[in-house]
Every structure is written in C-alpha cells, then in structure tokens.
C-alpha cells in the first residue's frame, strides 16, 4: 500500500505564499489520482484540488481556483500544492490523500490519507 506523507504546513501572513507537499512511499501506478483536502476547526472537510498523476489532468475547488496550482514531480514520486495570495479562510489542517482510479473531489473515493499538516494564514 502506498504511504503519503505532507509537509510544507506553518505560518504565512495573508497574500503570500506556500508550497505543500505530498510525498509517497513509492512510485504509483499511472492511473493513480491525489488529491488535497482541508478541514478547518469545527468545519468539514472540503476538497482543493486533485491531479492524475499520469497525464497531469487537475481539478480545484472554485474558492482556490487561480491561487493554487497543483503539480506532480513523478521522479521524487511527490505532488505539490502551490499556494498563492493565501487568505485568513485558507486557514485548515490540509491532508493528501491517493486512490488508484480517477480524480475526485469527493473524500470517501480516496482510500489512502497522510497525516495532514497546518497551514495558518495571519490577517
């Protein structure tokens, strides 16, 4: 079973920047789709964005569409969030998570979760 891992969580004023990763613990399969979602306290967990790892096909929630851009380093067997002109409602605890199959915005079609990282965004 592939393992994910984030990293790239901390502290960022609002407007700047930050790069998420989502490493795997080995190299996927070509239909093999991540996606990253995010929950903030008392909220449910919401979709971002999602890529298919083989030919690079990519989805995002509207509220981050042309801030984030999602990405796939296939060498370092790892997928990227960009994070642009962040805002204070970014603010949420982001997870990866892997499914062998077609990209999703729906949570429960992924069967593989990392263990999320914080991503703070100040006023």
């Known amino acids: 079973q592939v393992q994910l891992v984030e990293s790239g969580g901390g502290l960022v004023q609002a407007g700047g920047s930050l790069r998420l990763s989502c490493a795997a613990s080995?190299?996927?399969?070509?239909?093999?789709?991540i996606g990253w979602f995010r929950q903030a306290p008392g909220k449910e967990r919401e979709f971002v964005a999602a890529?298919?790892?083989?030919?690079?096909?990519?989805i995002y929630a509207d509220s981050v569409k042309g801030r984030f851009t999602i990405s796939t380093d296939n060498a370092k067997n790892t997928v990227y969030l960009q994070m642009n002109s962040v805002k204070p409602e970014d603010t949420a605890v982001y997870y990866c998570?892997?499914?062998?199959?077609?990209?999703?915005?729906?949570?429960?079609?992924?069967?593989?979760w990392g263990q999320g990282t914080q991503v703070t965004v100040s006023s």
């Open positions: 998570a892997g499914r062998d199959n077609s990209m999703s915005s729906i949570a429960t079609r992924y069967d593989r």
């Open positions: 080995r190299r996927t399969s070509s239909t093999y789709a």
């Open positions: 890529i298919s790892w083989s030919g690079g096909s990519t």
